[in-house]
Each structure stands twice: as structure tokens, then as C-alpha cells.
């Protein structure tokens, strides 16, 4: 049997791609955490390999190793240790609202590569935010997908925008606009269901920039800023401001986990938070769609 903090290094490793941000989050130091995981390897006969995505991968018989890992999630569950939630890109404020016994990843650059779902198959993660492409090939008989909330995606601009102050603005209209900006909270799924938006808006690909959000203050960008897509959450920014379009797309959020960990006590704890905290978000915005 490894220890729990050992095989905690590992799996961190493997989740957040980098032994500082590992080290981070489990209050060690990096030499703690390589010396944990090198042990893991040498025990279990298995590998950490650099995937071309920049995450990590495990090479070789990783039978005991997920062994290992089922026991020790069953520690979790029984409040032994934090529980793990993976939050995509732009959904860091529901980390401001987890219940006590569970931590979820920083925000990272390799964020966006991480395979949430297997990870839970692993058991790596306990719970995973995913939007709707990611969820749609999931087993049904394997994971519990559950929808946070929806929202149709909006156009905005700055109020120094012309569009902004015209009604009935039609794809032709747009199509003088040769820059997207994307928001880098904006999650990986929504960000290619803007690009293909809007390249079909533009008849051929869309020239897309990505920008950080605290550079993105529309107000300093003047008459000439690129317009942003946004979900609900993203409205009521300072000076933002909707063109009259409509998109004709409804982003999801989704929070799956295995079936088999559905009656833990931890589990029902996050989504009774989460149902929470989002009945409050939809109650100050209109716009936004509360599944739970």
C-alpha cells in the first residue's frame, strides 16, 4: 500500500501538469512532491510520460495503480482527505463557493489539455465541470452528468461602437468586423463555437485573439474595439455593451462525476453548494438558466 500522501503527489502531478503547482496545492515543496511520485513509479512498475498536450500520461501496466487509487478515493469519500474538483477554463468563481472537504485546481495554461473524464475514470478527480461537447460521448452507464446552468452566448462591444447603438444587425453588418476577441475565461468548447460562429459570419476564418480578461476592459479599447462573445455571466461588465444580434447559441455547463460515487455524502454536499450559489447568479441574471 502507498502512503496517502504519496500517492497524493502522484496523482496531483498527473492532474495539474507541473510539480510547483502540485507542491502548491498540496503546502510542500517540489522536491517533496518528485521524491513521492518517483517512489510511486519504482512500486507500481509504471511511468509519467509528457504528452504531447503538455499534460501527463502513465505508461505501463497501470492495473494496481488504479487499484491503489480506487481505495484511496474511498478515503476521500469518507472525508480522510479534500475531495478533487477539475474546473475548466472560466469557472473559477465556483471554486470561491466549494463546500468544506474539497479543493479544485488553480487556473493554468494547461487547463485546458487536461482529460477530465479520464481522470475520473482513474480516479484522479472525484468531480469534473464539462461543457456540452465534452459530455456527449461520455458512457451513460459509467458517469452521472448532471447540467448546471445554460446561457445563449451575446455579442458586446464597448459603447463608443457603432453596432452598439443600431438595431437589427444582420450577418452582413458583422462581416465588416475582421478581428474576434476572445477572453481568456472563456472555456475551450464555447471559444470554438464562437470561432466557427464566426468565421460563417465573415465567409472564411476569423482572425482570433486571445485576451486576458483584466487587459480586456472594453472601456480603454476606444471606437475601434473588436467585438467579444459572451455568456450571461459576462454581461453588466463596465461599459459593455449587446449588439442586436442573436447568435442562435446556448452554451452548458455540466458537473459529471462516476456513478459509483453518486450517494456520497460529499458529493450531494457540492451540488447542494452549487445549486446554491447558482439560484443566486440566476436570480440577478435573466438571461441565465438554472438546471439545477
Avoid at 518517483?38 to 501496466?61: D, E, F, W
Avoid at 481568456?184 to 476564418?205: K, M, N, Y
Amino acid at each position: 500500500m502507498l502512503s496517502q500522501e504519496e500517492l497524493e503527489s502522484f496523482d496531483f502531478l498527473q492532474w495539474l501538469g507541473t510539480g510547483a503547482l502540485a507542491a502548491r496545492q498540496l503546502c510542500c515543496n517540489q522536491a517533496t512532491v518528485s521524491r513521492h511520485a518517483v517512489h510511486v513509479q519504482k512500486t507500481l512498475g509504471i511511468s509519467l510520460q509528457r504528452l504531447p498536450s503538455g499534460t501527463y500520461g502513465v505508461t505501463g501496466n497501470d492495473r494496481l495503480l488504479k487499484l491503489e487509487r480506487q481505495v484511496h478515493q474511498v478515503a476521500r469519500l469518507l472525508g480522510r482527505r479534500p475531495m478533487r474538483l477539475h474546473l475548466i477554463t472560466g469557472k473559477g468563481h465556483l471554486s470561491m463557493g466549494l463546500p468544506h472537504g474539497w479543493c479544485s485546481n488553480p487556473p493554468c495554461p494547461l487547463e485546458a489539455q487536461v482529460d477530465g473524464a479520464a481522470l475520473l475514470d482513474s480516479y484522479v478527480l472525484d468531480a469534473c465541470i464539462m461543457q456540452r461537447p465534452q459530455v456527449a460521448s461520455l458512457d451513460s452507464e459509467r458517469y452521472c452528468v448532471v447540467e448546471l446552468l445554460n446561457s445563449p452566448l451575446f455579442l458586446v462591444a464597448n459603447g463608443a461602437h457603432a453596432l452598439t447603438h443600431d438595431r437589427g444587425i444582420t450577418a452582413t453588418d458583422l462581416a465588416g468586423q475582421a478581428q474576434l476577441i476572445h477572453l481568456d475565461i472563456i472555456p475551450v468548447a464555447t471559444r470554438l463555437a464562437t470561432e466557427q460562429l464566426h468565421a460563417s459570419l465573415l465567409g472564411g476564418p476569423a482572425q482570433v485573439v486571445a485576451q486576458p480578461e483584466t487587459l480586456a476592459r472594453l472601456v480603454d479599447y476606444g471606437p475601434m474595439a473588436e467585438i467579444f462573445y459572451v455568456s450571461a455571466l459576462g454581461l453588466g461588465k463596465e461599459n459593455r455593451m449587446c449588439i442586436d444580434f442573436n447568435v442562435n447559441y446556448t452554451t452548458s455547463d455540466y458537473l459529471v462525476f462516476l456513478k459509483e460515487t453518486m450517494e456520497a455524502p460529499g458529493m450531494q454536499l457540492l451540488m447542494d453548494e452549487l445549486r446554491s450559489s447558482l439560484r443566486a447568479a440566476a436570480g440577478r441574471l435573466p438571461e441565465l438558466g438554472c438546471a439545477l
